[in-house]
């Protein structure tokens, strides 16, 4: 059975930066695509930035792009999430999710087979 438990999330004012932890167990980490979404309330789940199994390959949702960095430690079986410039529309709650088999990057939640239980992230306005 797949864990993913993240960690790191909190209050920061607008323009400050956090950096998220998503640590994995029970499978090959290094084998399998990462990804992080977030969810605002009242709205739907939806992607923020996916990285491949080596760490080589990225992918960021636009609203992102530039400020946030996806990253990962195979050795640690850890991915991060280095949010910087904060603004108040980023906060959501934040889920790391580990991808299905033989796909690189997903933008897909679909795509996704096993989530963690999400941390919080906000940003006053």
């Known amino acids: 059975q797949v864990q993913l438990v993240e960690s790191g999330g909190g209050l920061v004012q607008a323009g400050g930066s956090l950096r998220l932890s998503c640590a994995a167990s029970?499978?090959?980490?290094?084998?399998?695509?990462m990804g992080w979404f977030r969810q605002a309330p009242g709205k739907e789940r939806e992607f923020v930035t996916a990285?491949?199994?080596?760490?080589?390959?990225?992918d960021y949702a636009d609203a992102v792009q530039g400020r946030f960095t996806i990253s990962r430690d195979n050795a640690k079986n850890t991915v991060y999430l280095q949010m910087n410039s904060l603004k108040p529309e980023d906060k959501a709650v934040y889920y790391c999710?580990?991808?299905?088999?033989?796909?690189?990057?997903?933008?897909?939640?679909?795509?996704?087979?096993?989530w963690g239980q999400g941390t919080q992230v906000t940003v006053p306005s």
């Open positions: 029970g499978r090959s980490f290094s084998s399998y695509a």
């Open positions: 999710a580990l991808g299905r088999a033989a796909y690189t990057l997903i933008a897909t939640a679909a795509l996704y087979d096993y």
């Open positions: 990285i491949d199994w080596s760490g080589f390959s990225t």
